[in-house]
């Protein structure tokens, strides 16, 4: 059973910082890709930043110079610093993951997703 547990979202004024963090559990082999997502009220979900195994990084264009991903491959762990947060960067923000796991004797790899975890930007 594999599980992504978020923490570290909240409300924040505009101007602000919060750091996101998700770690990974189960029978875990290796895991590849990992990505934040974000939904805000009536909006389809959108990919925020995502970042390969071996580091490299992706960023929405909404985002860039403002949030940071990171992610330590020994914790199993994804991470976003967001910086100068904005009220539309208000949403619900999801952990996703490419794990590779074995099942029945062979590899494969599936997609995951966290519950999600709900940034406030207001004043």
């Known amino acids: 059973q594999v599980q992504l547990v978020e923490s570290g979202g909240g409300l924040v004024q505009p101007g602000g910082s919060l750091r996101l963090s998700c770690a990974a559990s189960?029978?875990?082999?290796?895991?590849?890709?990992m990505a934040w997502y974000r939904q805000a009220p009536g909006k389809q979900r959108e990919l925020v930043a995502s970042?390969?195994?071996?580091?490299?990084?992706n960023y929405a264009d909404s985002v860039k110079g403002r949030f940071t991903i990171s992610r330590d491959n020994a914790k199993n762990a994804v991470y976003l610093q967001m910086n100068s947060l904005k009220p539309e960067d208000t949403a619900v923000y999801y952990c996703?993951?490419?794990?590779?796991?074995?099942?029945?004797?062979?590899?494969?790899?599936?997609?995951?997703w966290g519950q999600g975890t709900q940034v406030t930007v207001s004043s």
């Open positions: 996703n993951a490419d794990i590779r796991l074995m099942i029945a004797g062979s590899f494969g790899s599936y997609d995951y």
């Open positions: 970042i390969t195994r071996g580091g490299s990084r």
């Open positions: 189960g029978s875990i082999f290796s895991i590849n890709a």
